[in-house]
């Protein structure tokens, strides 16, 4: 199964055998519009009943061949090539295997892998970067604000690079939205029919391309970073760049065991360095509150 994808600028050239549960366009929810990708990787994903299982997963060798060892699978990396094998007796150990691959293939073109949303304001150029642990209301504000009519680049997973002019960038790495429970009244009814996802919290998959929901962006300059927390009131304070880029590491833990993802850090770095930060408290009220859009602006 041989399938192109496009991400943060780079292509992508993934063949799959034996892992035949794999949807390839829904793999990493990569296939996006955007611009013609000069670099390109070519991936792929083979059943490996022989592979091993080492713990802890880790890195071996030297720069310009290395191999990651995960939890029944194995990726080496040469050039841009990058061949995935996987215990076809693992559950979920081929998805695991391409998703290793992506990321780090992504990570060596010096775009780091944040677990973040981006919402962009009407008229506004600056997205805004919304960074939380999962059920902290990434998706749910995301939801909000294409109901209000904002753009949107992702609720969950983006790219953080620098462009060819050298400016820092944005871009979506996954496709789809997480609708919370809590947040269904914001699906139109059309929307309100997709898959559950298998994971905790409980969340509906929902694309909203599909559903007509709101403008994505394939690209987009970050104007604000912005912690969220849960808390019993709404409240908020600036932090500075060392605080954010402290906060950006942890929501992107992969960068600090990948020894080839020093360009990746880089740019968070960057991101926290040059754009204001802040950690936002908020109730699961105000995340449903079109005023805490507004109050993200601020």
Known sequence: MLTELQAAGCAFSIEISGGRRIQPRNLLDLDLPGEAADTVWRITVLSDPG????????????????????????????????QARHDPSRAGAAFAAAQAAVFSALRRESRADLHAAAIVPTESAGAIVLVGESGHGKSTLTLRAITAGWGFLSDDLIAVFNDDAGALALAPLRRTLRVAESAFFLLPETARAGQWNTETPRKMIVDPEACGLGHRHSRARPGRLVFLERGDSKRSRTISGGASFERLMLHSPHLAFDPDAKPAIEALRRLANEVPAAI?????????DVATLEDLLA
């Open 280 to 288: 936002a408290s908020l109730t699961l009220d105000s995340l449903h």
């Open 51 to 82: 592979v091993q299982h080492p713990a802890p997963p880790g890195w071996s060798g030297s720069a310009g061949q290395r191999s990651f060892h995960g939890d029944g699978f194995v990726v080496e990396f040469k050039d841009r090539t990058a």
